[in-house]
């Protein structure tokens, strides 16, 4: 467990990277993504941040907010429903329109339901999306930006996906968008693994980036708004005795900017001669992380909330026998082209 004091010390040093980051919070309007959000802008030196979600009061709140706590910082609100992917495409676009890199792309779109499959036009299952086709379209739509954020100084150029790792649980390769089969926890399953092994598949093609899904923990936010009405009563008796499990939102904003910016989670390979391009250079007794295929600075980590590596290493090892990252990567990359298709053309692809 990285000591709180580290990653405050870490935080702090994020001014090292020097003035104009940009970095895109997509659920940035609530939870996990707003304590971030503001950690992010709080730590660092005239900031181009753009919040994207439903929600435009709270993003109107969550700007002001910003502005007290840094008055160079520039924070823009794009409202989009991301359970489609082509509200994503435009949201990538109108970015594209403004910036020429992105070094922080942190994703934490999602909510809890109880719904079944509720499929979008474009035949993806809504929940679905938000936890992993929504986040892997913004990543791969945004590769051109967050490559050039590799190449430029700081050299820095990092994504990260708040979900679930270490939770993974077993998938059904036949039927890896749920079409048939779908659950609730066979979509946390699935969207879980299948984060992991994108993570995986982007560092291993892309070396300037590194990939980072992580777990949050337990923390209070408004995950739970969308359950029924009894479902909100359950949770609210239960929340007293959770609390004893929580981790602030103070604490997660200020881990989970730990997570996004320490050089303990580099690239597979830095640029050279640019010592930030890794992250906030660490404190000597720590080293740099074992990656989710096992080898150190591999580019993709799969994280606790408290810093530690995670991820179901008896699943996972399996899987990757089975040669399921790839599977992952080209189903995923089928869905694309295929929705694509029903939104005539989409947009260009970032990759061959
Ligand atoms: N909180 C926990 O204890 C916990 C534990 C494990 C995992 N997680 C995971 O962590 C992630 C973040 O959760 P959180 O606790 O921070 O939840 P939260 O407070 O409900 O935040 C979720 C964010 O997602 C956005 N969002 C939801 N539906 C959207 C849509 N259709 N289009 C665009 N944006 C949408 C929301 O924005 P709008 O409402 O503005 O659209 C909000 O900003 C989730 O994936 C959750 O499963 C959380």
Redo the contacts with the bound molecule.
């Keep these: 467990m990285v000591a709180l004091d580290v990653v405050h010390a870490s935080n702090a040093r994020l001014r090292e990277l020097g003035p104009d980051l940009v970095a895109l919070f997509?659920?940035?309007?609530?939870?996990?993504?707003?304590?971030t959000l503001k950690a992010f802008v709080q730590n660092t030196i005239s900031p181009r941040v753009y919040l994207?979600?439903?929600?435009?009061s709270?993003?109107d709140r969550i700007i002001k907010e910003c502005r007290e706590l840094n008055k160079e910082g520039k924070v823009e609100f794009l409202k989009?429903?991301?359970?489609e992917l082509k509200?994503v495409d435009l949201v990538c676009k109108e970015i594209q329109k403004r910036e020429k890199k992105i070094n922080l792309l942190f994703q934490?779109?999602?909510?809890?339901t109880l719904n079944g499959r509720n499929e979008n036009p474009e035949g993806l299952d809504?929940k679905f999306t938000?936890?992993y086709y929504?986040r892997m379209r913004f990543v791969y739509n945004l590769l051109p930006q967050l490559r050039t954020a590799s190449a430029e100084p700081p050299h820095f150029s990092r994504t990260l996906s708040?979900?679930?790792a270490g939770?993974e649980g077993a998938i059904n390769l036949t039927d890896l968008d749920l079409k048939t089969t779908f659950s609730g926890a066979r979509c946390a399953a699935h969207t879980i693994v299948m984060n992991d092994f994108m993570a995986e598949e982007f560092a291993a093609r892309e070396h300037g980036i590194s990939f980072l899904h992580t777990?949050?923990?337990?923390?209070?936010?408004?995950?739970?708004?969308?359950l029924p009405i009894w479902a909100r009563a359950l949770m609210k008796v239960a929340t007293p005795l959770l609390s004893l499990f929580?981790?602030s939102a103070d604490e997660t904003g200020q881990r989970q900017l730990f997570l996004a910016s320490s050089g303990i989670y580099p690239p597979a390979k830095p640029a050279q001669g640019a010592p930030l391009a890794a992250g906030v250079p660490f404190p000597k007794d720590f080293s740099v992380s074992k990656g989710s295929n096992g080898k150190v600075g591999s580019g993709a980590y799969l994280v606790n909330w408290n810093g530690d590596i995670s991820g179901n290493e008896k699943i996972l090892s399996d899987y990757r026998e089975k040669g399921v990252g790839k599977t992952v990567w080209e189903h995923t990359m089928g869905i694309f082209k295929q929705v694509e298709k029903i939104n005539q053309g989409g947009i260009d692809s970032a990759t061959s």
Excluded at 215 to 226: A, C, D, I, K, Y
């Design positions: 997509v659920g940035g309007t609530s939870g996990i993504g707003e304590f994207v979600g439903r929600n435009a709270a993003a989009a429903d991301v359970t509200e934490t779109q999602g909510n809890l809504r938000l936890n929504s708040v979900l679930g939770h777990s949050p923990g337990v923390v209070n936010t408004g995950l739970t708004r969308e929580f981790v």
